[in-house]
C-alpha cells in the first residue's frame, strides 16, 4: 500500500488545517489506520489511530477535543482535522497503516505499523 499524505501548510495559532492520507494501489478496508507526528529535536509521537470501520478512534491527550480523525470509504482516504492550532503542534505529520486490527494499547506504537506516507509539514506560528 502506497500512502500520500497531504495538506500540510503554514497556519497561525488558533487557526484549523485538515491534512489527508490516500491509498494508492488498493483499500483500506480491513487495516488499522494511525497518524503520527514528529517535531524537531523530538521523537515521534502518537497523534490518532483508528480501525478502517470508523467504530472506534483514540487520540493522544495532547490533542483529544481538539483533532478529530475521519475516512472516506470512496475516496481510500483518512484526514486528520486539527482544530484549535498551538505552536507545540508544529511537526511534520505522518499517516500509517497495517492489515488487521491492533488492541487500543497497541494503536501508539510505530513499529507496529507496516506502510507510511511521506510526511507533511504543519507549521504553526504563535
Known amino acids: 500500500v502506497q500512502l500520500q499524505a497531504s495538506g500540510g501548510g503554514l497556519v497561525q495559532a488558533g487557526d484549523s488545517l485538515r491534512v489527508s492520507c490516500a491509498a494508492a494501489?488498493?483499500?483500506?478496508?480491513?487495516?488499522?489506520l494511525a497518524w503520527f507526528r514528529r517535531a524537531p529535536g523530538k521523537e515521534r509521537e502518537f497523534v490518532a489511530a483508528s480501525r478502517w470501520s470508523g467504530t472506534s478512534t483514540y487520540y493522544a491527550d495532547s490533542v483529544k477535543g481538539r483533532f478529530t480523525m475521519s475516512s472516506d470509504n470512496a475516496k481510500n482516504t483518512v484526514y486528520l482535522q486539527m482544530n484549535k492550532l498551538k505552536p507545540g503542534d508544529t511537526a511534520v505529520y505522518y499517516c500509517a497503516a497495517r492489515p488487521g486490527n491492533l488492541i487500543v494499547g497497541a494503536m501508539r506504537r510505530p513499529d507496529l505499523y507496516d506502510f507510511w506516507g511521506q510526511g507533511t509539514l504543519v507549521t504553526v506560528s504563535s
Open positions: 494501489g488498493r483499500t483500506f478496508s480491513g487495516y488499522t
